[in-house]
């Protein structure tokens, strides 16, 4: 049985790794970015780092912040609208898992026709796109290091999953300093959902050596530190504040070919 690993170009992990970042695509002359994450989050000052740091290398972008939870194709769809309407050339992903699906979604729409959601299922799409970065702000499954994307159609009440190699962003960063304020319920939620896909990806029908690994470090990092982390946001000694247990779970359920089921209730009543 062979198996295949597909992850991100550059991973940058740590305190300062936006930073690092924004340096390393300056360099690249990409051109303009379309910043796609939460309202909330540049409410509550989350964005401020990655602002500053691309207003000093003089980088030039536009903020989407209209994601929700449990993306549509509907929001991709504006998002894609106002990525053309500024004349874009690359993605920054800024959150969790919704902001970083729906610029995989609208990635996909760059150089593919539309709606994302005709590209459900494995391997179906044929261009990859222009450049994504993924910033991840929460420790669970890992989205800034996969191939997945899931996207509701609305029309359906269906979740559709999208895997193609050609949504691994080409950077994924995980930066301390927006995860110490996570609330810690959100902490709490985001770890059990990682913990969910590590023993997951270990009881795949395509689990094999590389999976089982990074699934069981995934186990061995929560089962330890989650619980410090709920209680303390701020202890830099939690390897999620440095991505280090979600990577691990997304490492495992990047590589395995199999998942639960994504049914239609949770897709009707917008359940992760």
Known sequence: MSFMLALPKISLHGAGAIGDMVKLVAGKQWGKALIVTDGQLVKLGLLDSLFAALDEQQMAYQLFDEVFP?????LVQQGYAAYQAARCDYLIAFGGGSPIDTAKAIKILTANPGPSTAYSGVGKVKNAGVPLVAINTTAGTAAE???NA???DSERQVKEVIIDPNLIPD???DDASVMLDIPPAVTAATGMDALTHAIEAFVSVGAHPLTDANALEAIRLINLWLPKAVDDGHDLQAPRADGL???SGGHG???RRSRAGTCP???AWRHP
Do not use: F, K, R
Not at 70 to 74: F, I, K
């Open 245 to 247: 247990w979600p990577v």
């Open 70 to 74: 449990n993306p549509t194709e509907a």
């Open 145 to 147: 290091m996969t191939s």
């Open 171 to 173: 950077i994924a960063v």
């Open 265 to 267: 209730g949770p897709s």
């Open 150 to 152: 899931v996207i509701i």
């Open 253 to 255: 359920v990047q590589q």
